[in-house]
């Protein structure tokens, strides 16, 4: 069974910057791809960013160019946000996911707001 859980999130002002944590316990292996999602209050989820299982990254085009995702290792996953914008804010969730299964966080919040 794998885990994950998202950290980082809080209040930061617009331009601010905040970095979130994907981290996966449990049978995670090299093979999982990542995706971030966000929610905001009223709204669909919808995919931020992703990174594959061999490095290759895309974005959405709301946040091409201020967010990037990376990982360290097969366990963790980051997202850091530049130039936040109020637009940004929602509860942000993790997905580790191979073409047979998918698992997802509790999701972490984050507001942009002065």
């Known amino acids: 069974q794998v885990q994950v859980v998202e950290s980082g999130g809080g209040l930061v002002q617009p331009g601010g910057s905040l970095r979130l944590s994907c981290a996966a316990s449990?049978?995670?292996?090299?093979?999982?791809?990542t995706s971030w999602y966000r929610q905001a209050p009223g709204k669909q989820r919808e995919l931020v960013a992703s990174?594959?299982?061999?490095?290759?990254t895309n974005y959405a085009d709301s946040v091409e160019g201020r967010f990037t995702i990376s990982r360290d290792n097969a366990k963790t996953v980051y997202l850091q946000m530049n130039s936040l914008k109020p637009e940004d804010t929602g509860v942000y969730f993790c997905?580790?996911?191979?073409?047979?299964?998918?698992?997802w966080g509790q999701g972490t919040q984050v507001t942009v707001s002065s």
């Open positions: 990174i594959t299982s061999g490095g290759s």
């Open positions: 997905k580790r996911f191979t073409t047979l299964m998918a698992y």
């Open positions: 449990g049978s995670i292996l090299s093979s999982y791809h």
